[in-house]
């Protein structure tokens, strides 16, 4: 039986958003052995190596004109998030940082205003203000469930989910007419080089030797890799494609939901401010989406 397309779209959203909301605790557990940058570049190198026997086959089918954008997709759409949140992660818990990461449907929107000509609703300035105003209020939430100063480590996710928002325009924009898992491998090959090169110039191998907990942080970082990085970009690409660029971002209303509970699960403080901040940050998503 053939799915709908709207049907198509709703049954990727769930997968995306079970396994990226997932990731953020995967990202905690493999801080505790490297550094933010080898998580980073460990789930890029990964992702790649996932795809490099289908690469070597596939990467003439991408047209010369083309290969700038799965370049930008590469590299803002996944190797420049894959630093950043682990950034953010040695300072905000996996369930603030997965909250955050909601962000990216309003940052697709304004992606799509400021170089795509999309046009602005005047309700959609109401959703985004609401979406900022709950980003603000979680970089006040300290890790023991607390209010102090603002936490600038937010930033990074915010810088994340912009990135997110240009690359998912891109993809809509410029690689439609390519098949997902074509541009997903070759935009994973873009990043390759350099997520390498970080490898072994850092002290990765001397924290495989050394550090009792490495294979078990490393086989997260697999999993992060294959399924958060390969497999999950070829789904969203091709939800990209059949839907609009913002419809495609909607995985996040249920990403902060997914990310609460093994936030939960790891034994993470929760407390209302978290909710508010969530339910402040989706509502604008709605609003957006309305």
């Not at 992606?111 to 603000?136: M, R, W």
């Not at 078990?216 to 970082?221: D, G, N, Q, W």
Request: hydrophobic share 55%.
């Amino acid at each position: 039986m053939k799915l709908s397309y709207s049907t198509l779209s709703w049954l990727l959203i769930s997968i995306l958003a079970l396994i990226w909301g997932s990731s953020f605790v995967l990202m905690k557990e493999a801080l505790a052995v490297f550094s933010p940058y080898q998580v980073g570049a460990l789930r890029m190198a990964i992702a790649a190596l996932a795809f490099a026997p289908l690469t070597i086959f596939i990467f003439r089918k991408i047209p010369l004109d083309k290969w700038k954008y799965v370049a930008i997709s590469g590299w803002i759409g996944n190797l420049l998030p894959a630093f950043l949140f682990p950034l953010a992660q040695t300072s905000l818990s996996s369930s603030v940082t997965g909250i955050l990461n909601a962000l990216t449907p309003l940052f697709t929107l304004l992606v799509g205003i400021i170089a795509f000509q999309t046009l602005l609703k005047k309700q959609q300035v109401v959703g985004l203000l609401l979406g900022f105003a709950g980003a603000c209020s979680l970089s006040l939430l300290r890790n023991d469930g607390s209010v102090g100063n603002i936490d600038y480590h937010v930033l990074y996710v915010m810088i994340a989910t912009l990135f997110y928002g240009i690359s998912i325009n891109v993809v809509r924009q410029h690689l439609g007419g390519i098949k997902p898992l074509y541009v997903a491998a070759c935009a994973l090959t873009c990043t390759a080089p350099f997520a390498f090169t970080y490898l072994l110039t850092s002290d990765f191998l001397l924290r495989m030797q050394t550090h009792e907990a490495a294979p078990k942080a490393l086989f997260y970082l697999v999993i992060l890799g294959v399924l958060g990085s390969a497999f999950a970009l070829i789904l969203f690409n091709k939800l990209v494609q059949i839907s609009s660029a913002v419809q495609a971002s909607m995985t996040t209303y249920l990403i902060p939901v997914v990310a609460l509970f093994w936030g939960f699960q790891a034994g993470e403080v929760l407390t209302i401010w978290h909710f508010l901040g969530m339910v402040l940050i989706v509502s604008g998503v709605y609003v957006v989406n309305k």
